[in-house]
């Protein structure tokens, strides 16, 4: 019935059937090894993922309880230091400048303006040359600019003409 040629055949072409079955079980293989790596490199990232998000809010939460008490300390310092502390000021995000600075940032200011002045010893600051001076209100609990003629104008009037015969 068959012949050998037709038996040989049929062998090349079972083998040829064989191999490409073999040949297609290993692409399937492959593939689903390779999805299954892709797979299990997916759910690696994402579990780095979710442990480097974790990571990153206990550090945020660190990171401001660590603010707050640098803030309290800043606080605690400048009090300690009457506002001096450049340091703490900057943490606060005050000026950079304290309040003697900037007081001796206005004195500067009437030297260059060329002002003569000086401080008298009851503290006021006084201009020689001029009819204004600086003088501390205890009233009002600051310091004040006078004009020369308004604080002639306060005085009772037995002040005011020995103030008017010696100006």
Known sequence: MFGLTTISRLRRITAQRDENARLAIQAVAAASDTAAASFIREARMQRRLARALRAAARWRAHAAVERRTVRVLADQLLDATSGESTAARAML???????????????????????????????????????????????????????????????????????????
């Open 93 to 167: 995000g005050l000026p950079q400048d304290g309040p003697w600075q900037r007081a001796v940032d206005g004195l500067n200011a009437l030297i260059d303006a060329q002002i003569p002045f000086h401080v008298e010893p009851d503290g006021h600051i006084s201009n020689p040359c001029g009819d204004e001076h600086i003088e501390y209100d205890r009233a009002a609990g600051r310091w004040v600019l006078v004009h020369d003629d308004e604080a002639r104008a306060d005085l009772p009037d037995e002040h005011r003409h020995i103030t008017q015969r010696a100006g």
